[in-house]
Structure formats: structure tokens, C-alpha cells
């Protein structure tokens, strides 16, 4: 059975990266966390507007805390938690689908150069998709599969369950409660160049 938490050989993550690249997915190789959280957070300017989404990824390597309260950037998760749902959710979901940067992290990367999220509401998947002007994806190299159908099952089989256990943990939620890949995002290529950048490390992070 397949490990999906075991990282590649250095081959297989240049051979990842070089595809990304040519995808127009602008690739870099981190060699560990250190080293990723300082190429990601040196790719948005001071001051910018920047959204980080909900990541293991970016919380354990720091990223989400640095953009989101050391003041340098004019974070956008926080003004979202301070506005009201009820009677502020258009503005809300205008807000999160369109934020300057966007930060998060995938649940596959294929050998082909594709990448591929899945959400429970699909409230990331926007501003991934088109909406933020530049998109900063950290992505440890154990979530490189060989193929689409082999990036499904890794998200049927092993992300689903951890983050149901993360979402029930984090939320509160009923021990019944688990996740559900609602809605998925498949990008096999960004057209415009410099939009999506990925910061591909040599180490198994998040899930």
C-alpha cells in the first residue's frame, strides 16, 4: 500500500517541479520548513493585502501567524472574523473570493504538473481559481502522485480522515461529524504568468 506520507526521492521532486513549471506554476525547491515559510513570505510584498486560507501547512511552519499578526501585511482573516455573517455575508464572500494574495496549500500534486484541492465548502476555491492576483501555494513533496486518479484516492483515503479529526478538534464539532470533498479544483495550467507560485519542500508537511 501506498505511503501517502513518505517523501519522494530528490529526482521525483525535481521531476515535479520541472512539470509545475512548465504549467506556468512558477516552482521553487525548498529544502525544509525554515526555508519554505522565508521563500513564501518573501513573495508578498510588505503591506499587501493577504489572505491566508485554512492550512496545516501554513500554521505548522509559521506563515499563517506571520501574515496574520506581525502587523506587516494587512491581513484579511482577521477583518473577516470581525465582521457578522448574517448581515454581512455578501460582503463577506466578495471579501474572501477576491483578496490581493492568497495563501494555502493543495492536496496533490501530480507527476504531470496538475494540482489538486478539495474542499468541504469551497469557500478557498475562487480566489485559487481566479480571483486573487497572485496565489502562494507551500506544498510538502509527500502530496506528489503519479496521476489524477491516484491524487483522488490519496484525498479519499488519507487527507479526508485527518482533516476530519482537525475540523472536529478545531470546531468543536460531534465526534460524528466527517469531511466531505464537497467541491474539488484541478489546475492543469495559469495562463497568466507569475500568477501561481509554489513552493515545492523536501519534507512531509501538513496533509
Not at 512548465?22 to 525547491?29: L, Q, R, S, Y
Not at 491524487?151 to 472536529?168: D, G, Q, V, W
Amino acid at each position: 500500500m501506498k505511503k501517502w506520507n513518505e517523501v519522494p526521492v530528490r529526482a521525483s521532486i525535481e521531476k515535479a517541479a520541472a512539470a509545475l513549471n512548465a504549467n506556468g506554476f512558477e516552482t521553487v525547491i525548498a529544502k525544509d520548513a525554515a526555508e519554505a515559510a522565508g521563500k513564501a513570505l518573501a513573495l508578498v510584498p510588505e503591506g499587501a493585502e493577504a489572505f491566508t486560507m485554512a492550512s496545516v501547512t501554513l500554521d505548522q511552519i509559521g506563515v499563517s501567524k506571520e501574515i496574520n499578526d506581525s502587523g506587516r501585511f494587512d491581513a484579511v482573516r482577521g477583518k473577516l472574523y470581525a465582521m457578522d455573517k448574517e448581515k454581512q455575508g455578501r460582503e463577506m464572500r466578495k471579501y474572501g473570493a477576491a483578496p490581493d494574495v492568497a495563501l494555502g496549500s493543495v492536496h496533490a500534486v501530480t507527476e504531470k504538473g496538475s494540482l489538486v484541492i478539495a474542499s468541504l465548502t469551497g469557500s478557498q476555491l475562487p480566489a485559487y481559481a481566479y480571483g486573487s492576483g497572485t496565489v502562494i501555494f507551500v506544498v510538502g513533496a509527500q502530496k506528489i502522485v503519479a496521476d489524477l486518479d491516484e491524487a483522488f484516492k490519496r484525498i479519499e483515503t488519507y487527507t479526508l480522515p485527518l482533516e476530519s479529526a482537525r475540523a472536529r478538534k478545531a470546531y468543536g464539532l460531534p465526534d460524528s461529524f466527517n469531511s466531505f470533498p464537497s467541491k474539488m479544483l484541478v489546475l492543469n495550467r495559469e495562463i497568466q504568468p507569475g500568477r501561481i507560485k509554489v513552493v515545492l519542500v523536501e519534507e512531509s508537511i501538513g496533509f
